[in-house]
């Protein structure tokens, strides 16, 4: 009976991990908090920095191009976090750009910390860092991320031919890898960008859980070899 007992108590606990796991990944808001230049660019101490710049264009010929920036934070607020930024330029074509959709790679478990962090940030005119980002832009009216993918939505009318978003982005406990990204357009063409532009995006480590399960697996089986 005690044996049974054991086991028992052994498997709610894996099911307890289980449930856990499967809570974290509900849809939910992203704070999008309006940061300053000075603690995006300088505050938060950028170091390993890591770019990526990736055309996009649409069946009508609609075209520009995403420019993501993945750095790692030794100071301020997000010190001892990744932090990744994304902005959206539309060159030239018809319609406009109302929203952009990130694949994390693996689960969105992976976006944020506690609480779930996403910011956005106009680099000012004449400044020096980040070269790769223009000034100003269309700014996000919302940050949010469902079970499957990170969504932004841009303030109305969108991101016109000509026009750039403002810096957006999240910050992660986790390392950078590549994923693509769906840009929502309306007017002339509606279909995805071919092929899909891709973007930096945090990457998850090895699951707790698993690490967790494959321990209670063998304390099973030490059980089973002393019974």
């Given at each position: 009976?005690?044996?049974?007992?054991?086991?028992?108590?052994?498997?709610?606990?894996?099911?307890?991990?289980?449930?856990?796991?499967?809570?974290?990944?509900?849809?939910?808001?992203?704070s999008n908090t309006t940061v300053s230049w000075t603690a995006f660019a300088s505050?938060?101490?950028?170091?390993?920095?890591?770019?990526?710049?990736?055309?996009?264009?649409?069946?009508?010929g609609a075209s520009g191009k995403i420019v993501s920036i993945a750095y790692f934070?030794?100071?301020?607020?997000?010190?001892?976090?990744?932090?990744?930024?994304?902005?959206?330029?539309?060159?030239?074509?018809?319609?406009?750009?109302?929203?952009?959709?990130?694949?994390?790679?693996?689960?969105?478990?992976?976006?944020?910390?506690?609480?779930?962090?996403?910011?956005?940030?106009?680099?000012?005119?004449?400044?020096?860092?980040?070269?790769?980002?223009?000034?100003?832009?269309?700014?996000?009216?919302?940050?949010?991320?469902?079970?499957?993918?990170?969504?932004?939505?841009?303030?109305?009318?969108?991101?016109?031919a000509g026009q750039n978003s403002v810096v957006f982005g999240y910050v992660s406990?986790?390392?950078?890898?590549?994923?693509?990204?769906?840009?929502?357009?309306?007017?002339?063409?509606?279909?995805?960008?071919?092929?899909?532009?891709?973007?930096?995006?945090?990457?998850?480590?090895?699951?707790?859980?698993?690490?967790?399960?494959?321990?209670?697996?063998?304390?099973?089986?030490?059980?089973?070899?002393?019974?």
């Open positions: 009976m005690f044996r049974l007992l054991g086991l028992k108590t052994i498997f709610s606990m894996a099911l307890a991990c289980l449930t856990l796991v499967a809570n974290s990944v509900t849809a939910a808001p992203l505050t938060w101490a950028p170091t390993n920095i890591q770019v990526l710049e990736s055309p996009f264009t649409f069946a009508d934070s030794t100071g301020g607020t997000t010190a001892g976090k990744w932090v990744y930024a994304y902005q959206v330029i539309f060159n030239s074509g018809a319609g406009k750009i109302h929203g952009i959709y990130i694949s994390p790679a693996g689960s969105t478990t992976t976006v944020g910390v506690t609480p779930n962090f996403s910011f956005k940030v106009s680099k000012p005119s004449g400044a020096g860092e980040f070269p790769q980002f223009l000034s100003n832009g269309v700014t996000t009216v919302s940050g949010d991320y469902t079970d499957s993918e990170l969504v932004w939505v841009f303030q109305a009318p969108g991101i016109l406990d986790f390392h950078p890898t590549v994923a693509s990204a769906d840009l929502s357009k309306v007017n002339g063409s509606s279909s995805l960008p071919t092929p899909l532009p891709l973007v930096l995006v945090a990457s998850p480590e090895p699951s707790g859980f698993l690490l967790l399960s494959f321990g209670l697996l063998g304390f099973v089986g030490l059980r089973r070899r002393f019974k």
